[in-house]
């Protein structure tokens, strides 16, 4: 028994007719991907994926403060106030970047992830400028990356939404 190849189009690959010009044209191909999660489920995400996120750092941070040695009670308090932390750091500076520009966005996240590397870095026992000179490495990394990638899907969502309010004459006047 053969089967029809789906091509691009909705997600059954039936193709339509809307979203196949210039103007209705939702990415480079013409084709956006399906959103299968609903609004419950990416609310949860976001607030479940710090914490998370939050407790491997917390383990790492205990593991380095420990040194080797054995799990105590203070390496376990330290450990989750280390989660906590860096939880309500991220969720602050998330409410925070929204409001601000892309360059100050970026900026802000950057700084965030070299302060969360310089924190475990420095417990390590390491000279404190080699603790600096990477956290600011990495945060000018994560910066200029941020940057790139707010600037190139604003600037598209941007000239998406001009050319869906003021489309393009075609033909001779």
Known sequence: MAHAVPTRGTSTGARTGAGTGAAGASGASGHTPPDVFGARTHLLAKWAMPLAIG???????????????????WNLLFGFMTVLAFAILWYVVRAVADRLPREGHAVLWGAFAGSALGFLYSGSGVAMFTCI??????????????????ATHQDAEEAR???????????TT
């Open 55 to 73: 407790l491997v750092y917390g383990y790492w941070a205990a593991s380095i403060r420990r040194h080797g040695g054995p799990i105590t009670g």
């Open 133 to 150: 000179l990477v956290s600011l490495l990495l945060a000018a990394a994560v910066t200029a990356g941020l940057y790139y990638h707010y």
């Open 161 to 171: 939404t001009a050319r869906t309010r003021n489309p393009a004459r075609t033909g």
